[in-house]
């Protein structure tokens, strides 16, 4: 509850402004009273407003992971740690885009929008602690040599076109036919050493694998 104060004369007539920036929608009341009684009040209802660029509340630690012989690109957006937002509603043209790449070839689009927007839908409740996660799984085909590019984030889409799009997270590796994996380059956010299952290590690594930190990716022969 917001209290102001304003002084009005007895018997007398005032026009009165008070301003203020809502954190929730629906029904919000106007109550005027003294020290002891309400004398008036007017109720009205709030419409949220919609909201389609998500970068100031979410983060995308989307990352490759393995299990056996088989690849996933793993989408992952996080709520940042310590931030408030109004109870906005997301807007119905967003949705998920992931993309895969091969040699500069769309091998892999992926759209999801009704779990997305759900996610969203209760973000306003959930964001703060950095718990609350919306995760898709996507299987991929790493086998082959060549350049690889992996893309994800929240588009806005209206009449088939892209509009804009927020939160996004990309990154790229090329794969040698003799070597294996030769060079990896990310777009990730800055962070400690993981293994591609997404686990902390506690230092550097030395067994032969593939890791990430901070920006990059490691590959240890």
């Known amino acids: 509850m917001l209290t102001c104060g304003a002084y009005i004369p007895a018997n007398g007539e005032a026009n009165v402004t008070f301003s203020f920036v809502p954190e929730y929608g629906g029904i919000v009341a106007f109550c005027v009273y003294t020290d002891n009684q309400i004398i008036g009040e007017l109720p009205f209802r709030l419409d949220n407003d919609t909201l389609t660029n998500y970068d100031n509340y979410l983060e995308n630690n989307s990352y490759l992971s393995r299990d056996g012989d088989q690849w996933y690109y793993n989408v992952v957006f996080t709520d940042r740690i310590g931030v408030r937002m109004p109870h906005w509603i997301p ?11 091969l040699n ?55 009449n088939y076109e892209l509009i804009s799009y927020c939160c996004d997270n990309s990154y790229s590796f090329t794969v040698d036919d003799l070597t294996g994996i030769k060079e990896i380059k990310s777009e990730n956010g800055a962070g400690t050493v993981f293994d591609l299952q997404g686990r902390p290590l506690s230092g550097t690594p030395t067994r032969r694998g593939i890791y990430i930190q901070g920006n990059k990716k490691i590959f240890i022969r």
């Open 91 to 101: 807007s119905d043209n967003l949705g998920l885009r992931v993309l895969y790449y």
């Open 104 to 158: 500069d070839e769309k091998m892999k689009s992926v759209k999801e929008d009704a779990s997305l927007k759900e996610y969203l839908a209760a973000l306003p409740d959930s964001i703060g602690t950095g718990n609350y996660t919306f995760t898709y799984q996507m299987p991929v085909d790493v086998s082959k040599p060549g350049k690889y590019y992996f893309d994800s984030y929240i588009a806005e889409v209206m």
